[in-house]
């Protein structure tokens, strides 16, 4: 069967890998990306300049025929401004979900987060798929990817004939990755919480992107943690970047770094460090189990291809 792709955010660098991938499969016939950003490389894809929240989106499925989104248009960066995340993220992923309803397209990929699980103090050492995901209220991107989750899940209930397959998959890092968590690492002293080292878990931008190639054509279905293998403790992070390293007790860095946030002078709110202070790692066994691709990389060497490219460590 001839593939007809629609990808959302197709300016973002996981969807430019994509593209690549899938215009180098003979399979692919039609080949569309939507983004509020210009395209870096329209080449080869019918680019239109949408809004994820636009009611337009279904028109495009429909006189494209459509047969597969790829949904990967998110704010994953913290913002001061809420209320866009909200709409964008959540009323966007809504009117994804109308969209394609109403042009009847067969199957969707969305990419989720293990964020939508949260950094909190009770979690487990490890959890699945079943395990509540509860965000965090201060972290908009894991409030809303949660939110988001529970929509997708409900979706796929109220509509069983619609096939979806949702990625729950940690940070992303790699040589090429630049993102909040990379904007950490960059200060030059690394910010630790006094009395907490929780294990740390990535995914290598390479496994991800060979993943959403690998589901375009396999078409997998269900919900999965997909991750790297095992996990790095925050103080290996700081010890392989041999940087000056200041571990803080929370009563004095939540309050000084939320000044610092109201002031616009660091790029993430204090409720980030709640990523760094408890653990939230899933099981990618359930995944590991049903199909046969392969992940490459640990969490470890995930980051070391970071750390490599950006500083040279």
Not at 238 to 244: D, Q
């Amino acid at each position: 069967m001839a593939e007809r792709i629609l990808i959302t955010g197709c300016s973002g660098y996981l969807a430019q890998r994509l593209i690549e991938a899938c215009k180098n499969d003979p399979a692919v016939e039609w080949l569309g990306g939507i983004d509020v950003r210009p395209s870096k490389n329209p080449e080869g894809i019918h680019f239109s300049s949408l809004d994820v929240r636009s009611s337009e989106i279904a028109t495009l499925l429909q006189q494209n025929r459509v047969t597969t989104v790829v949904h990967l248009a998110w704010v994953f960066n913290p913002t001061h401004e809420p209320n866009l995340e909200y709409d964008v993220d959540v009323e966007g992923s809504r009117n994804i979900l109308e969209c394609i309803q109403k042009a009847h397209v067969p199957y969707l990929i969305y990419l989720s987060s293990t964020t939508a699980y949260g950094p909190h103090p009770d979690n487990p050492q490890i959890f699945d798929e079943s395990y509540p995901r509860r965000g965090h209220h201060g972290y908009l991107y894991s409030k809303y990817k949660a939110e988001v989750d529970h929509i997708m899940l409900e979706f796929m209930t109220q509509n069983p004939n619609q096939e979806m397959f949702v990625i729950r998959a940690p940070i992303v890092l790699g040589p090429n990755t630049r993102n909040v968590v990379t904007q950490m690492t960059e200060l030059p002293v690394l910010i630790g919480v006094r009395g907490f080292d929780p294990p740390m878990q990535f995914i290598h931008e390479q496994d991800l992107q060979r993943l959403l190639a690998w589901a375009v054509n396999r078409k997998p279905k269900g919900v999965y943690n997909v991750t790297g293998h095992g996990t790095i403790q925050y103080s290996g992070i700081v010890r392989h970047l041999k940087k000056p390293s200041l571990w803080v007790p929370a009563s004095l860095i939540y309050p000084t770094l939320r000044a610092l946030w109201s002031l616009h002078a660091v790029p993430f709110p204090p409720s980030i460090l709640d990523f760094i202070r408890y653990p939230w790692v899933a099981s990618g066994q359930k995944f590991l189990e049903n199909y046969d691709f392969k992940i490459e990389n640990s969490s470890e060497e995930a980051f070391l291809a970071y750390a490599k490219a950006r500083f040279g460590k």
